[in-house]
C-alpha cells in the first residue's frame, strides 16, 4: 500500500453491515474463544491473535436491528445496492461521529482522503489531522485487488 496504488478513504466509527445479494441484511459479529456462535452465524476467519472468531450475523438478531431500522426509515432511499455500510448514529458504540439520528454510510462511497507522504510519519500525520478536525477514527487504504488496510489514529502517539 505504501507504494501509492489504491485508495485511502476515511474509516468511520460504528458498526459494519452488509446487505448481501438476495437483499438479505447482515451485521459483523466477533465471537470470543469458547463462546457459541450465534444461530445462522456465518463465521468467516479467525484472529490469531484474540482466537476471536469474525463473521456475519442477521441484523435481525442483532442490538443494532433496531437502529439499523431507524436507518432504513431516515435514509432518502429505499433501494440499496448489494454492499458493506457503516451503521453510525446516537446509540451506536457512544456515538463517536456525533450523529443526531442513525444512519447507515456506504463503504464505497466513502469520503476519498489524500495522503500526501507515503511514509509512516506522512500517513500518521494525516491521520492525526483527520482526527483533530471532526474526530475521525482513521483511514482504510483499499487496493485495487481486494486488499485493505486500516489505519487509525489511535495507533500513532499524539504530539
Avoid at 456475519?56 to 436491528?65: H, L, M, R, T
Avoid at 500517513?123 to 485493505?148: F, N
Amino acid at each position: 500500500m505504501l507504494t501509492g496504488e489504491g485508495q485511502a478513504t476515511r474509516k468511520y466509527d460504528g458498526t459494519c453491515v452488509m446487505l448481501d445479494e438476495a437483499g438479505k441484511w447482515w451485521v459483523r459479529r466477533e465471537v470470543k474463544p469458547r463462546k457459541p456462535e450465534p444461530p445462522t452465524y456465518i463465521a468467516l476467519s479467525v484472529d490469531t491473535e484474540t482466537g476471536k472468531t469474525i463473521g456475519w450475523e442477521p441484523i435481525g438478531q442483532s442490538a443494532f436491528a433496531k437502529f439499523h431500522a431507524e436507518a432504513l426509515q431516515t435514509a432518502r432511499s429505499s433501494e440499496w445496492t448489494a454492499g458493506t455500510f457503516e451503521l453510525i448514529g446516537p446509540k451506536v458504540n457512544g456515538n463517536p461521529e456525533g450523529g443526531d439520528v442513525h444512519r447507515l454510510v456506504e463503504h464505497a462511497a466513502a469520503q476519498h482522503v489524500s495522503v500526501s507522504e507515503l511514509t509512516f510519519e506522512g500517513i500518521g500525520s494525516t491521520v492525526l489531522a483527520l482526527a483533530a478536525v471532526d474526530g475521525c477514527e482513521g483511514i482504510v487504504w483499499h487496493h485495487p485487488d481486494g486488499r485493505m488496510a486500516k489505519i487509525k489514529a489511535r495507533d500513532f502517539p499524539k504530539t
